[in-house]
């Protein structure tokens, strides 16, 4: 009788303890993550998002179900992201997911909604299947829609969800200034870059003429490889923004390239002793690195024109990047035609952060020259390593709030115009929209750009180095087995020395 009474009291208590620990773990969400950039840990900017809602968000994810692993992966993780989503915001972000392969009514429904299918293949017994996969999700807040028409796996899911949120929720956008009127590319020009911006930010242009001034509501100002003279007014127009707290974006070397007619000379705009007034300073010598990029040049093979890659150190491949909010998470970014650049004031007063550097094969070259596409380059050209030349500056002229971005690189996030519009690397269009996010958005969302799977790039090591690790990836598993051999024969050979004895037993 006692035995089934302490079975019973035993029962109880482990029920109790379930529905203890169900109960705390509804009411207090918490999740142990121990990758090393946190990717599983939402972000301060998207906890205060999701404190700050007003009214419920409503998650509708049309994901195909029975796909290959690194799908179903991702459909595992946004499931999982929103329902951390949901238990941080008080369960005012509702979410449901839907299979539209299960029918053509499912398929329709997602189709209208702005989720259309991706082809992928699949192996089926021994043979590739394609087969159509839906990988998005549509938002609501209130009257407002916002479609998220592919989520990646592994992608920077947060950030996308986040932003998407806060674009519902926002009741005016920031706005942001494209400078014109000194040669930049028009913003139709830079495709990529205004694709990106146009989820948080209204963007148009921005004149400096003696009548106007720059829009007191400009969060962010945004200045592209202009070609020709600032006016002394104009300039004065610029010091005045800072003084008001300003902040403005430079894509910007001091040096003028044109591979057309193979010159390359300094640029004659008047924005490099600008800069030099507030202890910025420009070195109008071109970069080399002998890690970079190169150009198509053509060739004469019995005649036909044929096209040979060649390497031109002029566009430097830059992977050196600092931890800073804007280059966080980026991988590489080509700066073609690039300057260096450096501080000479007082750091005390001045926060000022260099965000990249170039390889430790590094030279500088005086302008003007003439661009030498055959030269044949050797290392002694190279003699320099971790040039500055992409920099962060906050405190202005005494004022905290004031911060200048320059890269020293005009045109790498610039598609053009015309039919065949160049495309630039991810990495160089998100260093742009990373650098107006960090001066213009105060939300903290730029973080949230970084959390995603990255490829990332090899060390570079010398050749000596490689022809040993060569050597050694080869003969290290015939040595292993040889010691191993060794050991075993020693041992078998005690074992037989031992048996061989009278007092053995």
């Known amino acids: 009788m006692k035995k089934r009474q302490s079975l019973t009291t035993g029962a109880l208590l482990i029920a109790a303890i379930v529905i203890v620990v169900n109960i705390i773990s509804y009411t207090f969400f918490f999740r142990l993550d121990f990758t090393r950039d946190k990717r599983y840990t939402l972000s301060s900017a998207t906890l205060d998002l999701l404190k700050n809602l007003k009214q419920p968000v409503t998650v509708t994810a049309y994901f195909s179900e029975n796909m290959p692993p690194q799908i179903e992966e991702g459909r595992k993780e946004f499931k999982d992201l929103l329902s951390e989503y949901a238990a ?17 009514s499912l398929e329709k429904e997602a189709a209208k909604n702005g989720v259309e299918p991706k082809t992928i293949n699949v192996r089926e017994k021994d043979e590739m299947k394609a087969q159509r996969a839906f990988l998005g999700a549509v938002i609501k807040y209130g009257d407002k829609t916002e479609v998220l028409p592919f989520i990646q796996p592994g992608g920077p899911n947060e950030y996308e969800l986040s932003t998407s949120i806060k674009k519902l929720t926002l009741t005016k956008k920031p706005f942001v200034g494209y400078l014109q009127g000194h040669g930049e590319p028009p913003m139709q020009a830079m495709q990529q870059v205004n694709a990106e911006l146009n989820v948080l930010y ?78 910025i300073v420009l070195d109008p010598k071109f970069v080399i690195d002998a890690r970079c990029g190169s150009i198509n040049v053509p060739q004469n093979y019995n005649g036909m024109q044929v096209y040979q890659q060649v390497n031109f150190p002029y566009l430097p491949i830059i992977t050196n990047l600092s931890s800073h909010p804007i280059t966080q998470g980026l991988s ?13 004031g007082d750091t005390n007063k001045v926060k000022y952060v260099e965000l990249a550097h170039t390889s430790d094969k590094t030279g500088l070259l005086n302008a003007p020259l003439t661009f030498q596409i055959q030269h044949q380059w050797v290392p002694a050209e190279f003699p320099l390593s971790n040039v500055p030349v992409a920099a962060a500056i906050s405190g202005i002229g005494g004022n905290k709030d004031a911060r200048i971005v320059v890269i020293c690189s005009g045109a790498f996030a610039v598609n053009g115009t015309g039919q065949h519009p160049m495309q630039q690397e991810q990495d160089n269009i998100d260093l742009l929209v990373n650098s107006v996010d960090w001066l ?53 050979k005690k074992q037989r020395i031992k048996r061989m004895e009278e007092v053995y037993n």
């Open 88 to 104: 941080r915001s008080g369960n005012k972000v509702v979410y449901n997911f839907i299979n539209p392969n299960k029918s053509d």
């Open 202 to 279: 209204n963007y148009q242009n921005v004149t400096l003429s003696d009548t106007t001034t720059i829009p007191t509501d400009c969060k962010a100002l945004v200045l592209v490889d202009p070609k020709d003279t600032f006016k002394a007014s104009q300039l004065k127009q610029l010091d005045d923004y800072l003084a008001k707290g300003g902040r403005i974006f430079m894509a910007y070397s001091g040096l003028d390239a044109d591979l057309q007619s193979g010159m390359g000379k300094l640029s004659g705009t008047g924005l490099t002793a600008w800069l030099a007034s507030k202890n």
């Open 332 to 344: 590489s970014c080509m700066l073609q035609f690039a300057s260096d650049i450096h501080y000479t």
């Open 440 to 492: 213009s958005d105060d939300t903290g969302l730029i973080e949230l750009r970084s959390k995603m799977i990255k490829t990332a790039p090899l060390i570079d090591i010398s050749d000596s180095a490689k022809q040993i690790l060569r050597y050694l990836n080869f003969l290290l598993p015939i040595l292993l087995v040889i010691i191993y051999g060794f050991i075993r024969f020693q041992v078998k």
